[in-house]
C-alpha cells in the first residue's frame, strides 16, 4: 500500500513539473527581443500588410493571456509549432529525429553505466589502493573533459589522422547499404560519437559508485558479513554492492539531464542527424519555435526519466514498501 | 560594562586569531594533499597568464592579418600560428583565459551568494516559506541544465554578462540545497539557541551565529560552481552563442569547427582544447582536495 | 579442556602518538561448554579482543603480540581461507546494536541461509528451511523468513542475529554486548533465551558486558578488564560475593543489580587513561582510593589468592 502511495506521489509531482515547464517555456520565449515573424522573413521586401497576415496567422496578435491559452490548446493536441528554418511543424521535424538520438544514447549509457559501476565499485572495494588512486584521478581527468572537447579529439586523431572512423553522419552517403550492412555501417559511425558520450559518463559514474562504495564498506553489516566467513566475491555482490549501488540509482535519473548535454555536444561535432544537432542548427538559424519544441521535449524527457528511477526505486530498496526510507 | 567591552574585544581579537590558524592550516594542508598541489599550480598558472596578457601576446588577437596570413601554421612572429581570418592565435588563446576565468569567478559569487540568501532563509525560517523555496529549487534542479542554458542564450543574446546571468540561474539550486541542510543542524545547536535566548535578533541568528559555519562548505561550492561555469561557457560558446566581441576558447573552437578547416589547422585547434582541459582539471581537482580537507577527521590523520 | 586459550595477546592502534595499547597482555582460556564473562567500562579493550578471537582487527589496529589457540590451533597463523572456514562456522559473533549490523536489503531468512549456505554442502531450499527452523529457535516465527530488519524490533533483530551466530552449531559464540542499548524488558527476555539456547545447546561462549549483573546470571566464570589490562579473573560466584580487586568492587556497586537487590549505588570518579600513555604502575591507581607509592610505581603482577587471580598489591 506504501508502495502504491509513494508511486502516486512522485507521479503527481512530476505532473505538476511538466505543467510547470510548460509554463516557463512559453514564457522564456516572449522575453526574446526582436519580432519573430520579422526574423522569420529577413527579406525587406516583404510588406507590412503581409507581416501582418502572418502575425494574425500564428496568432502573434493577440494578447499574451489568449497567446497562452493557445499555446496550451496546441500543446494538447500535441502540435508544438511551426518551424521557421525547416517550413514545417515542428512536431514533424523533432520526430524525423528521436530515433537516431535513442540509439546513441542507450547504447552510450548501457556501455558507460556497466563501465562506470565496475571500475567504481573495484574502487571504493580497494579504497585507498594503488588500483583505487589510479581509477579515481583516470575518472577525474575524464570527468574534467568536455564531450565536444573530447569529440573533437577523438575526431581529429581517429578520423582524420589514423583514418580509422568515418568523420561524421550516420551512414556513409549514397552506399545503398541494406540490411546486416546497413546495421554495420551505423554503428560504425556510431563509434566515435558514442565514445566521446561514454567517456565523459564514464568518469561520473565511477566517482558516484565509488563514493557510495566507500561509505557502504565502513558500514557494520559488512563487518557482520566477514564475521560469517563469507567468500569475498559474495560480501562484494550481496553486500556491499547491492547497498552501495541505491544512491546510484537515484542519481540516474539527475544523470539523465546530463546525458542530454552530452548528446547535444557530441551530435554537434559529429553531425549526427538527430535532436542534439537539430538544436545546434536551431540555434544557428535561430529557430525559435523549434528550439522550444526540443527544449519541451528535453526537459519532459528528464521528469520521465525521473520517474522511471523512482519507479525501479520502490523494487530495488525494501525500505520504500514500509515507508522506512526517509531521505 | 566597560570591563565587558574590554573582554569583547579580547574576545573578538581571540577569534580573529584562531581565524587565521585555521586559513593557515587549510593552507598548509591544500599544498599537502598531492591533487590540491597539481590544482593550485594549474590555476596559478592561468591566473598569471590572463593578467600578463598584455604583455605576454605578440599581436592583437582582434587584428585580422591580409590575405596572405590566413591558416599559417606557426612561426616567429605568429607562435601558434594564425586562423581563417589571419588572427594570431597565441594572443587569442591569451585573451581566452580572461573570459573562462572572469566568467568563472564571477558566477560563482552570483550562485553562492545566491543560493547562501535562499539555502540560510529557507533552513532557517521553515513552515511555508521553506516549503516555496525548496519546490523551487527542486524544479530548476529538475530542468536539463544545457539546453535551458542554451534557450536562454538563445534568447537573451549572446554576451558575457547574459552568460554569467544564465549559469547563475542554472547552478544557485544546488548551493541553496547543500547550503539549507547544514542549516538545519545548525540552527539546533547550543550556540545558535544560546544567543537566540540573551534576545538576538533574526538577522543576527542567521549571518552572525549561523552563516560562519556554512563558510567552509561554501568555499567547497565555490570551486565546483567555478568549474561548472567554466564548463558551461566554453560549450555554449563552442555551440555558437559565446560573446563574439571577447573570443573565449569555446568560440575559437566554434569558427575552427565552422570553417571546416579543423583537420588542416591543429595549431588553431588544439592550443584552446588544451587550454579548456588543463584549466577544468585544475579547479576539478582543487575541488577535490577540498571536499577531501573538510572531511571530519581529515586534519586530525595528518597530525594537524 | 579448553576450546580457547588467549596467551599474552596484545592489540595496539597505531596513532600519530604512538601505539594505544588498547589490549595489553592478557591471558584467559575458556572451557568446553562453559561461559566466561568478559566486563569492563567502554574502551577497556574487550571489543577488540572480541575481534581479535576472530583475528578481525581493523585498520590503525594490529595484533602485536601473543596467541590466540582455539582447537589446538593458533588463530593467527591461518591463512585467509582457513579463516574464512573458521568464522560463521565453527567461532560466531552476536555484535551489538543488529540495527547497523544487519544488511539492510536482505530478508532475515536471507541472511541466516547465507551463511549455511557458505559453510556447509547443501541445497538452497534445505538451507532456507534451516533458516526458517533457527527463527523458531530463537523465538520468532519462522512465518517471519521474509521480513526486512526494518520491519522488527530491536529486539527481534538481536534474535536475528542469534539465530545467525547459532546456524552452522559453532564451537564457540562471542557475545559482544548483546543485550546493549535495549529496554529493560527486552533485556530480560533475550538473557532468558541466551540461557536457554545454552542449556539446549551446550554453547561454549566468552560474554562481554560492562555490568557484572547481566554477566552473573549467564556466566561461569568472569574476566574483568581495565585499560586493556585483566585486573581479575574468577567464578561467578565468588567474584560477586567476595570481589577483591578495588576496580572490581566498584564495578559491582556502580550498577543496579538486575537481580533487584536494593543498594547504594556509586560511581566509580575520574575516567579511564588513554591508552597511548597509560599511568605508571598499576593503571588503576589514579582512581583508586587504596592506591599506595607501590601502586604508583610498580605494575602488579598477577596472583592467585582464594581461587582469584587479582592483579593488585594490596589484596592480601
Known amino acids: 500500500?506504501?508502495?502504491?502511495?509513494?508511486?502516486?506521489?512522485?507521479?503527481?509531482?512530476?505532473?505538476?513539473?511538466?505543467?510547470?515547464?510548460?509554463?516557463?517555456?512559453?514564457?522564456?520565449?516572449?522575453?526574446?527581443?526582436?519580432?519573430?515573424?520579422?526574423?522569420?522573413?529577413?527579406?525587406?521586401?516583404?510588406?507590412?500588410?503581409?507581416?501582418?497576415?502572418?502575425?494574425?496567422?500564428?496568432?502573434?496578435?493577440?494578447?499574451?493571456?489568449?497567446?497562452?491559452?493557445?499555446?496550451?490548446?496546441?500543446?494538447?493536441?500535441?502540435?508544438?509549432?511551426?518551424?521557421?528554418?525547416?517550413?514545417?511543424?515542428?512536431?514533424?521535424?523533432?520526430?524525423?529525429?528521436?530515433?537516431?538520438t535513442l540509439i546513441l544514447v542507450v547504447t552510450a549509457l548501457v556501455i558507460a553505466t556497466t563501465l562506470g559501476i565496475i571500475l567504481g565499485a573495484i574502487s571504493g572495494w580497494r579504497n585507498g589502493s594503488k588500483t583505487d588512486r589510479t581509477i579515481l584521478s583516470l575518472s577525474l581527468v575524464l570527468y574534467s573533459i568536455p564531450t565536444f572537447a573530447m569529440g573533437i579529439l577523438l575526431l581529429l586523431v581517429f578520423g582524420f589522422i589514423l583514418l580509422l572512423f568515418p568523420l561524421g553522419g550516420i551512414t556513409t552517403p549514397a552506399s545503398g547499404f541494406t540490411g546486416f550492412m546497413y546495421l554495420k555501417d551505423v554503428l560504425w559511425h556510431m563509434v566515435?560519437?558514442?565514445?566521446?558520450?561514454?567517456?565523459?559518463?564514464?568518469?561520473?559514474?565511477?566517482?558516484?559508485?565509488?563514493?557510495?562504495?566507500?561509505?557502504?564498506?565502513?558500514?557494520?553489516?559488512?563487518?557482520?558479513?566477514?564475521?560469517?566467513?563469507?567468500?569475498?566475491?559474495?560480501?562484494?555482490?550481496?553486500?556491499?554492492?547491492?547497498?552501495?549501488?541505491?544512491?546510484?540509482?537515484?542519481?540516474?535519473?539527475?544523470?539523465?539531464?546530463?546525458?542530454?548535454?552530452?548528446?547535444?555536444?557530441?551530435?554537434?561535432?559529429?553531425?549526427?542527424?538527430?535532436?542534439?544537432?537539430?538544436?545546434?542548427?536551431a540555434v544557428m538559424k535561430r529557430d525559435y519555435p523549434l528550439l522550444q519544441g526540443i527544449f519541451l521535449l528535453f526537459a519532459v524527457s528528464v521528469v520521465v526519466a525521473n520517474f522511471i528511477v523512482d519507479l525501479i526505486y520502490t523494487r530495488i530498496d525494501p525500505r520504500i514498501k514500509t515507508g522506512a526510507a526517509h531521505e | 560594562m566597560s570591563n565587558t567591552k574590554a573582554e569583547l574585544s579580547i574576545n573578538k581579537k581571540r577569534k580573529q586569531k584562531i581565524r587565521n590558524q585555521k586559513i593557515k592550516d587549510f593552507l598548509y594542508l591544500l599544498i599537502d594533499h598531492k591533487m590540491g598541489k597539481i590544482g593550485v599550480g594549474i590555476i596559478v598558472i592561468f591566473l598569471f597568464v590572463a593578467l600578463a596578457a598584455p604583455l605576454l601576446r605578440t599581436v592583437s588577437p582582434h587584428q585580422s592579418g591580409n590575405a596572405s596570413e590566413i591558416l599559417?601554421?606557426?612561426?616567429?612572429?605568429?607562435?601558434?600560428?594564425?586562423?581563417?581570418?589571419?588572427?594570431?592565435?597565441?594572443?587569442?588563446?591569451?585573451?581566452g583565459s580572461r573570459v573562462s576565468l572572469l566568467i568563472g569567478f564571477v558566477s560563482a559569487l552570483a550562485t553562492v551568494v545566491t543560493g547562501t540568501l535562499v539555502g540560510i532563509i529557507a533552513g532557517f525560517?521553515?513552515?511555508?516559506?521553506?516549503?516555496?523555496?525548496?519546490?523551487?529549487?527542486d524544479f530548476f534542479m529538475m530542468l536539463p541544465a544545457l539546453p535551458l542554458m542554451i534557450v536562454l542564450a538563445a534568447v537573451l543574446g549572446p554576451n558575457i554578462w547574459n552568460i554569467i546571468f544564465v549559469v547563475t540561474l542554472i547552478s544557485w539550486p544546488t548551493t541553496a540545497r547543500v547550503v539549507r541542510s547544514q542549516v538545519l543542524s545548525l540552527k539546533e545547536r547550543p550556540f545558535v539557541e544560546a544567543s537566540r535566548c540573551i534576545g538576538a535578533k533574526n538577522s543576527f541568528l542567521m549571518f552572525g551565529e549561523i552563516f560562519p559555519n556554512?563558510?567552509?562548505?561554501?568555499?567547497?561550492?565555490?570551486?565546483?560552481?567555478?568549474?561548472?561555469?567554466?564548463?558551461?561557457?566554453?560549450?555554449?560558446?563552442?555551440?555558437?552563442?559565446?560573446?563574439?566581441?571577447?573570443m573565449s576558447w569555446g568560440s575559437m573552437l566554434h569558427f575552427a569547427f565552422d570553417s571546416g578547416t579543423m583537420a588542416r589547422a591543429p595549431w588553431w585547434v588544439l592550443p584552446p582544447i588544451v587550454s579548456i582541459i588543463l584549466l577544468i582539471i585544475g579547479f576539478s581537482f582543487l575541488g577535490t582536495a577540498v571536499s577531501d580537507i573538510l572531511k571530519p577527521g581529515y586534519k586530525e590523520k595528518k597530525g594537524l | 579442556m579448553n576450546i580457547l586459550e588467549i596467551k599474552d595477546l596484545k592489540v595496539y592502534y597505531m596513532t600519530k602518538n604512538g601505539p594505544a595499547k588498547a589490549v595489553d597482555s592478557i591471558s584467559f582460556s575458556v572451557e568446553k561448554n562453559k561461559t566466561v564473562g568478559l566486563?569492563?567500562?567502554?574502551?577497556?579493550?574487550?571489543?577488540?579482543?572480541?575481534?581479535?578471537?576472530?583475528?578481525?582487527?581493523?585498520?590503525?589496529?594490529?595484533?602485536?603480540?601473543?596467541?590466540?589457540?582455539?582447537?589446538?590451533?593458533?588463530?593467527?597463523?591461518?591463512?585467509?581461507?582457513?579463516?574464512?572456514?573458521?568464522?560463521?562456522?565453527?567461532?560466531?559473533?552476536?555484535?551489538?546494536?543488529?540495527?547497523?549490523?544487519?544488511?539492510?536489503?536482505?530478508?532475515?531468512?536471507?541472511?541466516?541461509?547465507?551463511?549455511?549456505?557458505?559453510?556447509?554442502?547443501?541445497?538452497?531450499?534445505?538451507?532456507?528451511?534451516?533458516?526458517?527452523?533457527?527463527?523458531?529457535?530463537?523465538?520468532?516465527?519462522?512465518?517471519?523468513?521474509?521480513?526486512?530488519?526494518?520491519?522488527?524490533?530491536?529486539?527481534?533483530?538481536?534474535?536475528?542475529m542469534i539465530a545467525i551466530a547459532t546456524a552452522c552449531n559453532p564451537d564457540f559464540i562471542i557475545m559482544d554486548e548483546p543485550i546493549t542499548g535495549l529496554d529493560v524488558i527486552v533485556q530480560r527476555q533475550l538473557l532468558t533465551l541466551i540461557n536457554d539456547l545454552r542449556n539446549r545447546l551446550n554453547?561454549?561462549?566468552?560474554?562481554?558486558?560492562?555490568?557484572?549483573?547481566?554477566?552473573?546470571?549467564?556466566?561461569?566464570?568472569?574476566?574483568?578488564?581495565?585499560?586493556?589490562?585483566?585486573?581479575?579473573?574468577?567464578?561467578?560466584?565468588?567474584?560477586?560475593?567476595?570481589?577483591?580487586?578495588?576496580?572490581?568492587?566498584?564495578?559491582?556497586?556502580?550498577?543496579?543489580?538486575?537481580?533487584?537487590?536494593?543498594?547504594?549505588?556509586?560511581?566509580?570518579?575520574?575516567?579511564p587513561p588513554l591508552l597511548v600513555n597509560p599511568p605508571e604502575g598499576c593503571r588503576f591507581h589514579p582512581r583508586c582510593e587504596f592506591a599506595t607509592d607501590l601502586c604508583r610505581t610498580v605494575e602488579p603482577e598477577i596472583r592467585r589468592i582464594n581461587g582469584h587471580s587479582v592483579a593488585c598489591h594490596i589484596v592480601k
Not at chain 1, 218 to 242: F, M, N, P
Not at chain 2, 125 to 137: D, H, Q, S, T
Not at chain 3, 46 to 55: D, H, L, V, Y
Request: glycine fraction near 8%; include cysteine.
Open chain 2, 214 to 246: 556554512v563558510v567552509p562548505i561554501l568555499f567547497a561550492e565555490a570551486v565546483i560552481m567555478i568549474t561548472e561555469a567554466i564548463y558551461a561557457e566554453a560549450v555554449l560558446s563552442f555551440l555558437g552563442l559565446g560573446d563574439p566581441v571577447r
Open chain 1, 192 to 281: 566515435l560519437p558514442a565514445f566521446s558520450i561514454v567517456l565523459w559518463y564514464v568518469g561520473e559514474y565511477i566517482l558516484l559508485t565509488r563514493s557510495s562504495m566507500v561509505e557502504v564498506m565502513d558500514q557494520d553489516y559488512i563487518v557482520t558479513a566477514r564475521s560469517k566467513g563469507l567468500r569475498e566475491s559474495v560480501i562484494l555482490r550481496k553486500h556491499a554492492l547491492r547497498n552501495a549501488l541505491l544512491p546510484v540509482v537515484t542519481l540516474s535519473g539527475v544523470n539523465f539531464a546530463f546525458a542530454i548535454a552530452g548528446v547535444i555536444e557530441a551530435e554537434t561535432v559529429f553531425s549526427w542527424p538527430g535532436i542534439g544537432r537539430l538544436t545546434y542548427d
Open chain 1, 1 to 100: 500500500m506504501k508502495t502504491l502511495q509513494f508511486i502516486l506521489k512522485k507521479l503527481t509531482g512530476a505532473l505538476i513539473t511538466i505543467v510547470a515547464i510548460a509554463i516557463a517555456n512559453f514564457a522564456i520565449f516572449r522575453i526574446a527581443p526582436g519580432d519573430p515573424i520579422r526574423m522569420m522573413f529577413k527579406d525587406p521586401r516583404v510588406s507590412t500588410e503581409q507581416l501582418q497576415a502572418m502575425r494574425v496567422k500564428f496568432g502573434l496578435d493577440k494578447s499574451i493571456g489568449g497567446q497562452f491559452i493557445d499555446y496550451v490548446k496546441q500543446l494538447l493536441h500535441g502540435n508544438l509549432g511551426f518551424s521557421f528554418w525547416q517550413k514545417r511543424p515542428v512536431a514533424d521535424v523533432i520526430g524525423d529525429r528521436i530515433g537516431q
Open chain 3, 203 to 271: 554453547l561454549t561462549a566468552l560474554f562481554i558486558a560492562h555490568d557484572l549483573s547481566v554477566v552473573s546470571e549467564t556466566c561461569d566464570e568472569v574476566v574483568v578488564m581495565y585499560a586493556g589490562k585483566i585486573m581479575e579473573k574468577a567464578d561467578v560466584v565468588s567474584l560477586y560475593q567476595n570481589p577483591l580487586h578495588p576496580y572490581t568492587k566498584a564495578l559491582i556497586h556502580s550498577y543496579p543489580s538486575i537481580r533487584g537487590e536494593r543498594r547504594k549505588l556509586k560511581s566509580i570518579p575520574g575516567s
Open chain 2, 125 to 137: 525560517y521553515g513552515g511555508i516559506l521553506e516549503e516555496v523555496l525548496m519546490r523551487i529549487v
Open chain 3, 39 to 160: 566486563i569492563g567500562e567502554s574502551g577497556c579493550g574487550k571489543t577488540t579482543t572480541a575481534r581479535a578471537i576472530m583475528n578481525f582487527v581493523k585498520e590503525p589496529g594490529e595484533i602485536a603480540g601473543g596467541e590466540i589457540i582455539f582447537n589446538g590451533r593458533n588463530i593467527l597463523n591461518l591463512s585467509d581461507g582457513e579463516l574464512r572456514a573458521l568464522r560463521g562456522k565453527e567461532i560466531t559473533i552476536v555484535r551489538q546494536e543488529a540495527q547497523n549490523a544487519l544488511n539492510p536489503v536482505m530478508t532475515i531468512g536471507d541472511q541466516i541461509a547465507e551463511v549455511i549456505l557458505e559453510h556447509e554442502r547443501i541445497d538452497k531450499k534445505a538451507a532456507w528451511q534451516r533458516a526458517e527452523k533457527q527463527l523458531d529457535l530463537v523465538g520468532i516465527s519462522h512465518k517471519r523468513a521474509k521480513t526486512f530488519p526494518h520491519e522488527m524490533s530491536g529486539g527481534m533483530r538481536q534474535r536475528g
Open chain 2, 72 to 95: 599559417i601554421p606557426p612561426n616567429s612572429q605568429f607562435i601558434l600560428g594564425t586562423d581563417d581570418l589571419g588572427r594570431d592565435v597565441w594572443s587569442q588563446v591569451l585573451y
